[in-house]
Each structure stands twice: as C-alpha cells, then as structure tokens.
C-alpha cells in the first residue's frame, strides 16, 4: 500500500511576524514544516513500522525552499518526495483548491491508497484541502483523526469532534486529516538526516498539473488590535458599571 503525505512549508510558530498589508513579510523569517503536517508523517511512518503500508511520498508545493520540508520528511522516515515548484506566494496565492487538484492529479498518477494530510496549516487555518481531495477522487474521508488504525483494507478513525470522540471506518482507498493528538513526532537523528540527502525528491512544475485559479483576492491583512491592559474594581457594582458604560456589553 502506498501513502501520500502533504506538507506545508510555514513561519516557525515560536516567530513573532510582521504584518503588512500585502500579507506576512516572509523576509528573513524561519521557516519549518506544518506541525499538523509533521503529525500526518510521523503517522505515516508509524503505519509502515507496523507493516501496513509499504512506501511513504511526501510532496509539497511551494519555492525551491520547499524542499527543506520534504528533507525533514524524508528523514523522518519518508521513502521518496515531491516537489511542485511554484514561485506563487503559497499562503495566499495557492489556494486549498488548488492545492487539492494537484494533490488528486498525483494520486491518480501514481496509484496512491491512502492520502494523509494536517487538518490544517498554521498560516491560513483554511482547513478545506484534505476534504476538496477527498471530493475530488470520490473517496471516503476522516477528519481531525487522534487514533488511526488500519485492518485487511479498512481504516478505523477516531475524531475529535466538539461534543467528544466519533469513531468511523471505511474501506480504502480514502484520506484523513491529521489532530493535534494524533501522535507526538519523534526527533529526526543525524545519521537519518544525512541519509535523507540522497532519497529520491522528484521536482515537478506546477504547470504540469495545473494552473492556479486565484478564486479568493485577499484585500488587506492587519495585525490584531493590541488588547488594553486589565483594571482592578472596587466592587462589582463598579464592575457592571464599566462593563455598561465602556464595554458596551449591554
């Protein structure tokens, strides 16, 4: 059985960004993999160590610098990679749509049986590609997955859900989307660092799968407003007060 893994490239969450209006100034920022991203592969690689699966391609789209998301990947325990080099703004420009032609255009070039993908990446939070691939292929699908367990063909998920955990199954072909507590990816060592140099990175244009559809124009992007720093109330009837009177809660 085959996997696909996406990844995204994203600003390293510990990085306090600059906002312009144009969008986040990726000048100088460090950039890393998608936690969620991360998860999916570390699951991935966790299947095959179990004998489930038998290869594990890791693909994103993106810059030439994309390809430090696919090394970490690969030296996590990724068999092979993707690259579709795109020089478009990948947290504006390529949109979840696109995202998911592409990824359903390689699934049915190589056969794949099962996609994995974060629930969502960091920078957009659109969380739309893994369920537009799913659509797209006709294949079943399972969300914000914390447990994944797979027999004869059959994928059990457990989800994380508002009111809890929703168990399904379905019968593969099919793609899940990765939760936070799915699993906690393991440090990729040097010696897997060095081998992950010489594992096979295909580079593909995006032109070759597609072109971008630009359906969304982002107008403006601004920083949240700096929150006012709290005040300590005599009474609570000076409370209702301010909260009437400045807050205008009611």
Not at 95 to 111: F, G, S, T
Request: include cysteine.
């Amino acid at each position: 059985m085959k996997v696909l893994v996406a990844v995204k490239r994203v600003v390293d969450s510990g990085i306090k960004v600059r906002v312009k209006p144009e969008g986040i100034d990726l000048q100088g920022v460090k950039m890393t993999i998608n936690p969620f991203c991360e998860i999916a592969v570390e699951e991935a690689v966790r299947l095959k160590e179990k004998k489930l699966i038998a290869e594990i391609v890791a693909v994103t789209i993106g810059p030439k610098q994309g390809a430090e998301s696919l090394r970490h990947a690969l030296a996590l325990g990724a068999d092979k990679a993707i690259h579709v080099t795109t020089e478009a703004r990948i947290d504006q420009t390529v949109q979840p749509l696109d995202v998911a032609n592409i990824l359903a255009k390689l699934v049915e070039r190589d056969n794949y049986n099962l996609v994995l993908m974060g629930k969502q990446s960091i920078d957009d939070d659109f969380n739309q590609t893994g369920q537009m691939v799913a659509g797209l292929l006709d294949w079943p699908q399972a969300t914000f997955a914390s447990n994944i367990q797979i027999t004869d063909g059959i994928a059990q998920v457990v989800r994380e859900i508002d009111g809890g955990l929703q168990t399904v199954k379905f019968k593969l072909p099919g793609v899940i989307t990765c939760d936070l507590r799915l699993n906690q990816p393991r440090f990729a060592s040097v010696p897997n660092i060095m081998k992950a140099k010489s594992k096979p990175l295909e580079t593909i244009p995006l032109e070759k799968l597609g072109k971008l559809h630009n359906s969304i124009q982002i107008t403006k992007t601004e920083a949240p407003s700096i929150r006012k720093g709290g005040a300590i109330v005599e009474n609570v009837d000076v409370l209702l007060q301010k909260l009437r009177n400045e807050a205008k809660l009611f």
